[in-house]
Every structure is written in structure tokens, then in C-alpha cells.
């Protein structure tokens, strides 16, 4: 893990079949995301639940109250 990122995790794992359509997504209200050496996302979670996995000597970039998104690679 060579970054660490703490907000409002929102992904897509897919296009909306229409309205309503919540199972289409993910949303993390306090969110945190693992990024590797190589900028892949290792881990995408619940703050509680994932930053205890942070390394010593990792800074977490705190944008607590922002919406991060993250959208799968093609």
C-alpha cells in the first residue's frame, strides 16, 4: 500500500439500467481507499474497517466531506 485515501467513496460497477437502480453502485459515506506501488486500488471500504490496514509511514490524504468517484478501467 503506498496511499491511502479517506472521503465519500462512490463507484460504479455498471451503467444504470434506469431509475432507481441503486445495485449499480457502491457508496461509502466515510470511505477509505488502498492504492498500490503501481496506482491500482487494492481495497475500497468503510473507514472503520480498513484503516488499521494503512502502513506505518503512510500518509492518508484526507478529504473527508468531498466525493471521490471511481470509475473500473475499460
Known sequence: I???????LL???RAPAGPGDFDCLTYH???LLLVGA????LEVGDWADLRGRV???????DHSGKLIAETAAP
Do not use: L
Not at 503506498?2 to 465519500?8: N, Y
Not at 503501481?38 to 486500488?41: A, Q, V
Not at 502502513?55 to 490524504?61: K, L, M, Q, T, W
Open 2 to 8: 503506498s496511499a491511502a485515501i479517506h472521503g465519500r
Open 11 to 13: 463507484s460504479f460497477h
Open 29 to 31: 459515506e466515510d470511505g
Open 38 to 41: 503501481d496506482g491500482r486500488i
Open 55 to 61: 502502513p506505518e509511514g503512510v500518509a492518508v490524504d
